[in-house]
């Protein structure tokens, strides 16, 4: 196969931003119609509400493979947790190039669907940073087994980047933790108790929200009076001021219909880090930022100005 050098600035996704389009339009906790029985049932029955892992219908048994996207060095893994789940990843290699870079890049998905939806994602940071990617699947989604809820979903951010520090390809890399909306809430947790190891070397945050509790009254507004029921609190507000030594890229999807763009922008302003960049997308809505011109092109510049300027 033969090899080119990493992208300009200038390059364009395009039907790789395409594709990844079809699979990201899920919705955040769960559809409009679902408002009026998540006033009632909001405290028994709030994981389904906040985790839909069974979105789309068929997102349990039917996980799209990185073969199916072109992608051909790649692990599909189980990796067990301390507590006795099994999480379903896949690592994904960098093609070989004297332009290759120590980086691995830990991938945390949104709410619904499974980490199969975000492979072209994957390959668009694969290919734009020539780096390895992690994309880890929470337990009770996808091929993972167990039921999620936030404590579990810290145990498994936590052991992904375990994973990667224990690997023999791995270990020695910079880690770029990923995550878009609820999976924004994971990677801010996951890099506030690790950000004192030296091995995490950046921060992407898309389209993530400040707390379960605040994002409650948007989402489902007949609910926004049992919102203090919640008991997944995912309070991002509290926990981002703490990370103070990894720089951190903030992408807003001005446009998103279902986060309020405030809340990255509140995010932003609360954040501690002398290191912050804000990069925001005019048309971007809470599925298809990904897919807005300049998304892939802001993570090239942070990566090589905010992660990796220090290291050349």
Known sequence: MSESPPPPPSWSIGNMANSAIQFMRLPVLASSGLAVVASGLLYFKQNELIYPRNVPVDARTNVPSPKDFGITDFEDLQIPTPDGESLHAFFLRPRQSRYNLDLTVLMFHGN???????????????????????????????????????????????????????????????????????GGA??????????????????????TFLSIRK???????????????CHQYWASEDVLPRVTEVPILFLSGLKD???????????????????????????????????????FEHIISFVTEEVLGDKK
């Not at 994002?215 to 029921?229: C, D, H």
């Open 215 to 229: 994002l409650i009254p948007s989402v489902f507004p007949p609910a926004r009076y049992v919102a203090r029921l």
């Open 186 to 207: 994971v990677a801010i947790n996951l890099v506030a108790a690790n950000q004192d190891s030296g091995d995490i070397g950046g921060l992407i945050l898309e389209n």
């Open 112 to 182: 619904a669907g499974n980490i199969g939806h975000r492979v072209p994602i994957a390959k668009a940071l694969q290919d734009t940073l020539r780096c390895n990617v992690l994309l880890l699947e929470y337990r009770g989604y996808g091929l993972s087994t167990g039921v999620p809820d936030e404590t579990g979903l810290k145990i498994d951010a936590q052991t992904g980047l375990d994973y990667i520090r224990q690997r023999p390809e791995t270990k020695d890399t910079t880690v770029v933790v990923y995550g878009q909306s609820l």
């Open 257 to 295: 219909e279902l986060v309020p763009p405030s809340n990255m922008t509140q995010l932003f302003a609360i954040c501690q880090s002398d290191r912050k960049v804000w990069r925001a997308l005019p048309n971007g809505g809470h599925n298809d930022s990904v897919a807005e011109p300049g998304y």
